[in-house]
């Protein structure tokens, strides 16, 4: 008895081609190459990566696999693809709003943030528990490199999404990589607001990444603004199931500062509380160069919670290299996490409390302490 190998129709073949030649526009026009995105999400954000990876059919998956297709098309290929049983049997099984992983890896992996801890968490999970959402939910996170802002927003989307950063419902934007020429923003807003309408139309919650928003000319965040306005929809769509993550380091010296205030009056960092921050943020981005001051983003009091990252000291930056360890299946000492540590830079000159470059090169500079 022959059994019959069954597939998606000639025509849908056809537009997955289409679909494969066209896949994300952002690419060509910002002239960035495979090699060099795949480089940034493998160092910066940490990806699922393979050693020497250039082959581009290796590289992150930046473009929505549907994006090619007509919405009717788009419905049969679905349908299609339940039948090989990768659908769940109810709700969309790329959606899993894990909201008790989400606050245990807040807990467990962020080291040296309460404050982040507390509001990332509150924020989410309201947004996650209330379906008739009247808008989107803005966040904006601020701090020096390397306090965590990129890691938090994994963390959220690995516990959002199935497929965490590399789910078709997530879009990662970073500022000078997809939208290096100022003269080219006109075209820029046409090709981003298109992509965002299109993830929102596949997917019933998406989350959208903006790393160095700073650097995101004001014209873009005022293309995107409509949909994280107070709308019911826009040209016949629903943004009220979207999250928007604008990460930047609008505000870190001030943070700092605050951070500094309490360890020189003798009070805990633990002690530094939103209503200590949050204005100062507010007033700070109203304030910076680039486009957060210049955009209706700000003028419209559409970003819901200021996000502060404090800078990290010492033994958070000890605990940052335990995990490193942990994650090479090792188990430090403490003398080699003090080894570790103290290879750092640390800041002001004369105290040096904080890391100058927080956890974010731990990953490569243990490589020097491994036996």
Sequence with gaps: MLLKLTGPPDHLIEYAQMARADFFKFESISNVSTYYFNYIYCNIWEGDCQPH?????????????????????????????????????????RITNNLTGLERDLQVKLHGQHLVQSVVLKAIQGFIKNPDSNKPLTLSFHGWSGTGKNFVARIVADNLYRDGIKSECVRLFIAPFHFPHVRLVDVYKGQLREAIRDIVLRCPQTLFIFDEAEKLHPGLIDAIKPYMDHYDNVDGVSYRRAIFLFLSNIGGAAINEVALDFWHSGQNREDIGMED?????????????????????????????????????YRHVKLCAHDAYAARGVQPDEGTLDEVAKAMLYVPKEEKLFSAQGCKSIPQRINFFLP
């Design 53 to 93: 990876q250039d082959d581009a059919s290796q590289q992150v998956p930046i473009g929505d696999m549907w994006s090619g297709f007509p919405q009717y098309y788009s419905g049969i290929l679905r349908a299609w693809y339940c039948t090989l049983g990768q659908c769940c049997d109810s709700g969309d099984c």
């Design 277 to 313: 921050l949050e204005h100062l943020l507010q007033a700070e981005a109203m304030e910076a160069n680039g486009g957060f001051a210049q955009s209706e983003l700000m003028s419209g009091h559409l970003i819901d919670f200021f996000v502060p990252f404090l800078p990290l000291e």
